[in-house]
T-cell receptor, first 113, second 115 residues
Framework: DAKTTQPPSMDCAEGRAANLPCNHS???????VYWYRQIHSQGPQYIIH???NNETNEMASLIITEDRKSSTLILPHATLRDTAVYYC??????????????FGTGTRLKVLA | DTEVTQTPKHLVMGMTNKKSLKCEQH?????MYWYKQKAKKPPELMFV???????INESVPSRFSPECPNSSLLNLHLHALQPEDSALYLC??????????????FGPGTRLTVL
């Protein structure tokens, strides 16, 4: 299974962009990259996903390198409420016909006032 | 309705007890998941159900017994647990591969403490 590696923690000033990196060097061609965040041991919350192209939604942008071996999640204007653990996940298809979502170790982002 | 609900929110049980965790979704998702999450660790996949059949068992001890009574419900039956099984248990659902692309929706979790 593809695996992801993430820095354990990052700080970001409020109002600035938060750039969270992820390495997934063993990813296969049809495996998607997902990002989720988890606040205070609540259930993880979906942020964004992508395959090859860069993606943007109302929450964040996802930049995927051309070789797909790494990606960066960008929160354009971080707020205190963005303080959370951010997980980079690779979605893997299985022989049983379903998906497995392989979680990385997560980055604990702290947004500072 | 894009919500996954889990009951109970908190559960304390002894090592000889039998208890069950419940998960429910009404998004028409045909894949449902159980994860276990220890403190300061990422969620670890335990089981996956696809179209109400067990699709993946990540070598979980038999003291955890999953059940999918219908397409909206997922249970996790607990028996003779150990203190190290104390964790946050998360349920999730998503569309199945043949149905297209969808993200995984998580419930709020059940905080389990085994005494």
């Amino acid at each position: 299974d593809a695996k992801t590696t993430q820095p354990p923690s990052m700080d970001c000033a409020e109002g600035r962009a938060a750039n969270l990196p992820c390495n997934h060097s063993t990813i296969s061609g049809n495996e998607y990259v997902y990002w989720y965040r988890q606040i205070h041991s609540q259930g993880p919350q979906y942020i964004i996903h992508g395959l090859k192209n860069n993606e943007t939604n109302e929450m964040a942008s996802l930049i995927i390198t051309e070789d797909r071996k790494s990606s960066t999640l960008i929160l354009p204007h971080a707020t205190l409420r963005d303080t959370a653990v951010y997980y980079c996940i690779v979605r893997v298809g299985t022989t049983s016909g379903t998906y497995k979502y392989i979680f990385g170790t997560g980055t604990r982002l702290k947004v500072l006032a | 309705d894009t919500e996954v609900t889990q009951t109970p929110k908190h559960l304390v049980m002894g090592m000889t007890n039998k208890k069950s965790l419940k998960c429910e979704q009404h998004m028409g998702h045909r894949a449902m998941y159980w994860y276990k999450q220890k403190a300061k660790k990422p969620p670890e996949l335990m089981f996956v159900y696809s179209y109400e059949k067990l699709s993946i068992n990540e070598s979980v001890p038999s003291r955890f017994s999953p059940e999918c009574p219908n397409s909206s419900l997922l249970n996790l039956h607990l028996h003779a647990l150990q203190p190290e099984d104390s964790a946050l248990y998360l349920c999730a659902s998503s569309q199945e591969r043949r149905e297209g692309l969808s993200e995984q929706f998580f419930g709020p979790g059940t905080r389990l403490t085994v005494l």
